[in-house]
């Protein structure tokens, strides 16, 4: 049982290198990509829907009394003993310290905090050609790209600091091929008592 953290900045692959890991069977990891459970809220038209849109739509974060609402309420679904995987949370130091608290709970805890570094001129490239892949309408939207990148850096930016003081920040250069990205991170996986 090894809980995993992917993070990086928008379009650094984060959410590609997580479906793979999923796929591998040894690790049996369960992934727990945020955006896609906030999206997820709002198309089953959620009591929070129109909150949770509004951030989503700006580019903001959505408040972490909703997030941590949809983490604990998915956490607690899964089956005892399940390894997670987290895509996407957490993206702020109080949210770090609320997934902490929560995996305390289980008396289990993160391994390791695995920080997919890329250049900011490719992440605009990436996030344009999802644009077109997935229609994603954050994706679409400069302002909204801004946005995010800005909040990338003042906020989520810091919990590399607070898994580093812990001895569990890994850094990956996420400008190689995906292929070689995975292979890394299985690498670092594999390492972990
Ligand atoms: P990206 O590839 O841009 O990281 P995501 O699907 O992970 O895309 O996130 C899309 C949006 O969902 C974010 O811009 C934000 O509005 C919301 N979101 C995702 N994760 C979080 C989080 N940990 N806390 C608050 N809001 C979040």
Known sequence: MAHIILFGP???????????????TKYNFVCMALGDLLRKQISENAVHKATIEQYIRK?????DSLSFEVVEDFI?????????????????????????????QYKTQIEAA?????????????????????????????HTIQTRMELYEQET???ANYYERMNKLYKVDGMRASDQVTETIEGIINGLK
Not at 59 to 63: E, H, I, K, T
Not at 135 to 142: M, V, Y
Request: with cysteine; proline share 6%; hydrophobic share 40%.
């Open 10 to 24: 928008p379009g650094c692959g984060k959410g590609t290198q997580a479906k793979k890991l999923t796929a591998i």
């Open 59 to 63: 580019g903001q974060l959505v408040p």
């Open 76 to 104: 607690q679904k899964q089956a005892a003993g399940v390894s997670f995987l987290f895509d996407g949370f957490p993206r702020n130091i109080p949210q770090a310290i609320f997934l902490d608290n929560l995996l305390a």
């Open 114 to 142: 695995i920080f997919l570094e890329v250049e900011k001129k490719y992440l605009l490239e990436r996030l344009q050609s999802r644009a077109v892949k997935e229609g994603r309408l954050d994706d679409q939207d400069l």
């Open 157 to 159: 930016l810091p919990i």
